[in-house]
């Protein structure tokens, strides 16, 4: 027996010690595994990503999913962790490339037609307008926007306080948004 098939042995060993045991209970011997294939993972996504940050992603995503798939017992066969390591890592390598290849894909389609957000300077809500516009309103209207928005309150609760149906709020509550909006606007455009 070479070297590599005893530590295909001793990796074996370890994950069947975690399938046998609950969730989380043989944390030594997920660490140990960890410590063991990590770096073969590791490997694998420098030599197929080309990218020390994508590798070590890699390599966390692999060996989490490894762990996580032991515990559960979903490994059919745990002494060929070795095997589904890798082929996870193929997996999720081309997984990586697919997503990016239609994210360019996208790009090229549609790339020209995208406007650059500029996002340098929120909108300013003119508060004092708002106040003036809010006030304008009819009584019922103001304290159902007030119940809704300010106090965070649904519908069936502010129905209950204003003696209303929670459908009849929902509609008192659209037109009172409608014609705050319109007293908004209204007031930038006079601006």
Same mark, same amino acid.
């Given at each position: 027996?070479?070297?590599?098939?005893?530590?295909?042995?001793?990796?074996a060993?370890?994950?069947?010690?975690?399938?046998?045991?609950?969730?989380?209970?043989?944390a030594?011997?997920?660490g140990?595994?960890?410590?063991?294939?990590?770096?073969?993972?590791?490997?694998?996504g420098?030599?197929?990503?080309?990218?020390?940050?994508a590798?070590?992603?890699?390599?966390?995503?692999?060996?989490?999913?490894?762990?996580?798939?032991?515990?559960?017992?979903?490994?059919?066969?745990?002494?060929?962790?070795?095997?589904?390591?890798?082929?996870?890592?193929?997996?999720?390598?081309?997984?990586?490339?697919?997503?990016?290849?239609?994210?360019?894909?996208?790009?090229?389609?549609?790339?020209? =037609?995208?406007?650059?957000?500029?996002?340098?300077?929120?909108?300013?809500?003119?508060?004092?307008?708002?106040?003036?516009?809010?006030?304008?309103?009819?009584?019922?209207?103001?304290?159902?926007?007030?119940?809704?928005?300010?106090?965070?309150?649904?519908?069936? =609760?502010?129905g209950?306080?204003?003696?209303?149906?929670?459908?009849?709020?929902?509609?008192?509550?659209?037109?009172?948004?409608?014609?705050?909006?319109?007293?908004?606007?209204?007031?930038?455009?006079?601006?």
């Amino acid at each position: 027996m070479d070297a590599r098939e005893h530590e295909d042995g001793v990796e074996a060993l370890l994950a069947r010690q975690i399938a046998a045991s609950p969730p989380g209970a043989a944390a030594q011997a997920e660490g140990e595994l960890y410590r063991r294939l990590a770096p073969r993972v590791r490997r694998y996504g420098l030599r197929h990503l080309r990218d020390d940050h994508a590798a070590a992603d890699l390599m966390q995503h692999v060996m989490a999913l490894t762990i996580e798939q032991l515990r559960g017992g979903a490994v059919r066969e745990p002494e060929r962790v070795v095997s589904f390591v890798l082929g996870a890592c193929r997996m999720t390598v081309l997984e990586l490339r697919r997503g990016t290849h239609r994210r360019e894909q996208l790009l090229q389609r549609h790339g020209a =037609e995208l406007e650059i957000a500029d996002i340098a300077e929120a909108p300013r809500l003119d508060q004092e307008r708002l106040a003036d516009c809010l006030q304008r309103l009819a009584e019922r209207e103001r304290a159902v926007l007030l119940l809704s928005f300010y106090e965070e309150r649904p519908a069936q =609760e502010v129905g209950a306080q204003l003696g209303l149906s929670a459908g009849n709020v929902r509609v008192i509550r659209h037109r009172g948004i409608g014609r705050l909006r319109a007293c908004v606007e209204a007031g930038r455009s006079a601006a």
